[in-house]
């Protein structure tokens, strides 16, 4: 045979099943699809469209992090966000006033009592110290919850999220905004430690009113600083976050103690605090700080210190502390004794605005009264006002006559005089023949003054008052030497203090130093020495001179207790600016009185009210300080009476020989 007939299997035998299907040898999955065309393509549909869907989830899930901002620096972090403010505080610390949004100085959790960042653990997030950033339990929670209650209820926002979402997020609520938020938690728990990330918060979250950080809620809210707070006061801060607005303590006290009721029982819970603490914080009698109401003239003095910030620093960072020379009590004490003057004297004289300003003798300024009403008009008169001097220039004639070697005794003529068409007159329109230049000073003589500024040249007087700090062009003129041209308040008086130093000048400054709320040191005023600008025995025969026009000229008005005083009275043209300047050993000071349309007052002098208000600014600067002697003052040497005989005499034979030519 050349082939064999397969056998068959035996009838009591059944046929064995290798796996491999009835007839083709293929798989048994393909032998039970075989003949289902159906099932076949269900199936392959069915894994196409998982495929197509884990793919979309995938590349979604991608999507929730693209524009993902990085995770700022820890510098950043604390900067992020912040507008423009500035908190000023006076030469104690104190703070006078804020600009733009508060924020707190910095808190240090090293320094907090445990119960402050416990109060906000257990309002804002229980599990904060056990979590890795997002809170994976609390998520699922309020899912849970929103999902069975048809809309949203529950948050699982921790502290570190809030962060995220204050700081580097915005605050819409989109799944996209929510996962990174996640993400760059966990990632800021990887670079922080739980306390730094507490402190963080503590210091950025927003308690409203304007109010950032603890630092500036517990001074607003208590008058206090963090360290200070108790149980209650702490628990009361802690229900702010959630609803700064709402919960306002100022607004709403009602419902801000209700749920301080359920952050006490939290920090119970909590193992924070006893029930028996609980419960005598929810008891206390909150008593809220009064907010400090500065007096509005604080304004002058801050926009002057604003501008000088801009000079010190070009570019800002988002928030400054910024320490003044200013002395509030004295500030204060100013601007209610101007006000009152001014309404009693200033209304009667037609004299409607005012400026004063004092500094001692290292040019810190410690009060500036800039007008009456600095709510009316921002417009600065210590500063920005300038005006026409008079007589109260010419200190600066009679220096520059002293630097060239005259002497108080030496004498000049009274008497009628005319320079290139120009007739310069006395106040009393009246001529007293010889004087000594001593005696020409202190009554305010301005034929002598026209005389000398003749004599000793209109450059050289302008180069000496330029040397002591009068920045204003100043022009080669003979009515320079009574005062006819334009200065600020603040120039003269910085000028002034040239005499009051024995010849050194000094620089005025409001701003003392600048830092930001976390106590960085951005500016501190360098320590300097004053600069040599005239010769201290001419300095202090100025001062002798000036010293006979409060005690025997013009400035009488002036004089108070036992200090020896030196200074100027000056009034221009139709009494339109009237001034006195002067010091003691220890303070200078300024003081205008005009009117801004520039009309003329009735009568006021120099000698008059604003020789009153400086009485009343530098009795305020010089309350708690001891008598000090003022160098140069007293040593003028007082003439005999024969002296005094012989001056006169030969006055009144000039005045008699004047009378006989003219008849």
Known sequence: MTGSTPKRPSADRPPTYDGRGPSSGGSWFSNILAGRPILKWGLIVSFSLLAVACLAGWLYWQSLYRGMPDLPSNEQLWAKGREQAIEFVDVDGDTIAIRGPRYGRAVDMDKLP??????????????????????????????????????????????????????????????????????????????LSKEEILELYLNRVYFGAGFYGLGAASRFYFGKAPEE??????????TLPQAPSRLALTNNMTDAKARQAYVLREMVEAGFITQAEADEAQAEDIELAQPSERDPQFGFALDAATERIDEILPSLPGDLVVQLTIDSDLQAGIDEAFQKRMAEEGANQKASQAAGIVMDRRGRILAMFGGVD??????????????????????????????QGLTPYDVRRDEEVEIDGWSPENYSRVYSGPMTLTEALKDSINTVAAQLGQEVSEEAIISLAKSFGITSDLRPLPSIALGSQEVTLRDLTRAYGAFMTSGQRIDPYIVEKISNSRGDVLYERPDYDLERVYDRRDAETMVAMMERVITDGTGRRAAFGEWQLAGKTGTSQDSRDAWFIGFSAERVGGVWVGNDDDSPMTKVTGGGLPA????????????????????????????????????????????????????
């Open 229 to 238: 707070l108790s149980v209650a006061e702490a628990s009361l801060l802690a």
């Open 374 to 403: 600095y709510s009316e008009t921002q417009f600065n008169r210590a500063t920005q006002a300038m005006r026409q001097p008079g007589s109260a220039f010419k200190p600066f004639v009679y220096a520059t006559a002293i630097k």
């Open 114 to 191: 445990p119960h402050v960042p416990q109060a906000f653990i257990a309002a804002e997030d229980k599990r904060f110290y056990e979590h890795d950033g997002a809170d994976t339990q609390a998520i699922i929670r309020a899912l849970w919850a929103n999902f069975t209650s048809g809309e949203t209820v529950s948050g699982a926002s921790t502290i570190t999220q809030q962060l995220i979402k204050n700081l580097v997020l915005t605050p819409e609520q989109t799944l996209k905004r929510k996962a990174q938020e996640v993400r760059l938690a966990r990632q800021l728990e990887e670079r």
């Open 612 to 663: 009153a208000l400086w009485h009343d600014m530098m009795v305020l600067a010089h309350d708690g300080l001891e008598p000090s002697p003022l160098a140069g003052a007293g040593t003028l040497v007082t003439l005999s009476p024969m002296a005094q005989q012989r001056i006169a005499f030969y006055r009144d034979l000039g005045m008699a020989f004047e009378g006989a030519a003219t008849n």
